[in-house]
Antibody, heavy 118, light 110 residues
Framework: QVQLQESGPGLVKPSETLSLTCIVS????????WSWIRQPPGKGLEWIGY???????THNPSLGSRLTISIDTSMNQFSLKLSSVTAADTAVYYC????????????WGQGILVTVSS | QSALTQPASVSGSPGQSITISCTGT?????????VSWYQQHPGKAPRLMIY???KRPSRVSNRFSGAKSGNTASLTVSGLQAEDEADYYC??????????FGGGTKLTVL
């Protein structure tokens, strides 16, 4: 079955770059679209960005140029890099599969808490 | 890109029905049929409950239904059960191939 698993450091220092990877199993990343979504503690969901199998990306305008999303088809995974982080970037980060026909997030990882603190 | 507007909380007794509204703009809900709803229990990842505003994945109970009119979508849960107590989020596809979520609604089963 389709499974997604986020991996990366749980603690990042302010002004540094947050880097996460989503390892996908049960399906090839070449066949669907993929997205990152985050949730600050006690708050709601925020869509971060999306990448398709050809590498086309879109992102939440609120993140400006800090965000980079990439895909590695050989490793069957995709990644997130968010630069110049502040405490406001502390959140549970989820990776998810996007069904490009119904434009919905149908499979999710379990989430990883990333804390920005010195 | 502003968040969709949802009530912070709703409640109902077991067996009753509740409806959660989700208001957007002409740039999101008003322009696309791609409204989805997600259920999230504490400490868990969200789960897709409704897609394309009114359709339900086969594994989701038929007690959950969705509707859309203009810039507003809604989720109705009928025959409330204790297990329905959770946070619910609406989401809309938006211009520029982006997505926007609502602020979330906490459903309490009394």
């Amino acid at each position: 079955q389709v499974q997604l698993q986020e991996s990366g450091p749980g603690l990042v220092k302010p002004s540094e770059t947050l880097s996460l990877t989503c390892i996908v199993s049960g399906i090839s990343v070449n066949t669907y679209y993929w997205s990152w979504i985050r949730q600050p503690p006690g708050k709601g969901l925020e869509w971060i960005g999306y990448i398709n199998y050809s590498g086309r990306t879109t992102h939440n305008p609120s993140l400006g140029s800090r965000l980079t999303i990439s895909i590695d088809t050989s490793m069957n995974q995709f990644s997130l890099k968010l630069s110049s982080v502040t405490a406001a970037d502390t959140a549970v980060y989820y990776c998810s599969r996007v069904d490009g026909i119904i434009q919905s997030f149908d499979y999710w990882g379990q989430g990883i808490l990333v804390t920005v603190s010195s | 890109q502003s968040a969709l507007t949802q009530p912070a909380s709703v409640s109902g007794s077991p067996g009753q029905s509740i409806t959660i509204s989700c208001t957007g703009t002409n740039s999101d809900i008003g322009s696309y049929k791609f409204v989805s709803w997600y259920q999230q229990h504490p400490g868990k990842a969200p789960r897709l409950m409704i897609y394309e505003a009114t359709k339900r994945p086969s594994r989701v109970s038929n007690r959950f239904s969705g509707a859309k009119s203009g810039n507003t979508a809604s989720l109705t849960v009928s025959g409330l059960q204790a297990e329905d107590e959770a946070d619910y989020y609406c989401c809309s596809f938006a211009s520029g191939s982006t997505w926007v979520f609502g602020g979330g609604t906490k459903l309490t089963v009394l």
